[in-house]
């Protein structure tokens, strides 16, 4: 090879070292993120797919993350314990203090307000998780509320009556099976609607509880390197207002993800 030919050569291999360090790397093969299949509108199965906030949330952080993900939504129950047995990550969950001892945390992607929900004809404005002394409340099975509420279960302050998911609670609340309901203002007001119980159910004028959302990956998980960039992505997509967008984009119809 003439000298002319191998500085040729030689320049070739540079350029192509310096596209390699200055591209992204390709990931080879996608996330696993679990989503409850019965939650609308924040995450739902719709056909094969996982459709609502979450899963429109998840899609466009990872991307703008540069990761590959596929979303899946199972039963919540199932999802928890994929989560344990370290077969995925969880979105959609609640910060509580067994869960820290378990999983990582990303920063919060969404705010949910936890309303109270009561049949018109026993409506009396409840306004704090005491009102509800003595009451049979419905919950998802398998759900954490947060530490709060979570406690006052614990100590009997209301009876837990579990279903599995808030249309099954609804329908135990217009049959007067249950005294209250717990659901998220957004999913609530779906279910009140869908099941023709607007004249009959009404809900508390404020939330008994805000509590901040996350995607989380098992403590065990090999993914846990990716949360720093996940978490960029999520700083960024909310300064810029992009998630907040979403969040109204799926509420009205109109969402691309």
């Known amino acids: 090879m003439t ?19 200055l591209m992204p790397a390709t990931q080879s093969h996608a996330e696993t993120i679990y ?63 067994e869960r820290q001892k378990k999983y990582v945390f990303s920063q919060p992607i969404h705010i949910e307000q936890l309303m109270l929900y009561q049949r018109q004809s026993t409506f009396d404005n409840p306004t704090d998780i005491d009102d509800l002394r003595g009451q049979t409340v419905g919950v998802i099975r398998g759900w954490s509320y947060g530490d709060q509420i979570d406690d006052a279960r614990k100590r009997g302050v209301f009876s837990a009556s579990e279903a599995t998911g808030d249309e099954q609670n609804f329908q135990m609340l217009a049959l007067g099976r249950v005294d209250t309901v717990i659901a998220i203002g957004e999913a609530g007001d779906v279910w009140v609607k869908r099941l023709g119980l607007s004249d009959k159910v009404v809900r508390s004028k404020t939330p008994i509880r805000e509590n901040p959302t996350y995607i989380v990956f098992n403590r065990a998980s090999s993914t846990i390197s990716t949360v720093t960039m996940i978490n960029r992505s999520i700083e960024e997509l909310r300064e810029n207002g992009t998630l907040q967008r979403i969040a109204q984009e799926v509420l009205q119809g109109t969402s691309n993800y």
């Open 3 to 21: 000298f002319p030919a191998r500085l040729f050569a030689l320049l070739i291999l540079v350029v192509g070292l310096a596209f390699a360090v």
């Open 35 to 97: 989503v409850d299949e019965a939650n609308p509108p924040f995450m739902y199965r719709a056909g094969d797919e996982a459709a609502g906030i979450y899963p429109a949330l998840i899609r466009a952080i990872f991307r703008h993350a540069g990761i590959n993900v596929d979303v899946v939504a199972v039963p919540w129950k199932r999802a928890i314990e994929n989560l344990d047995a370290n077969k995925g990550g969880v979105a959609g969950i609640y910060k509580n203090l």
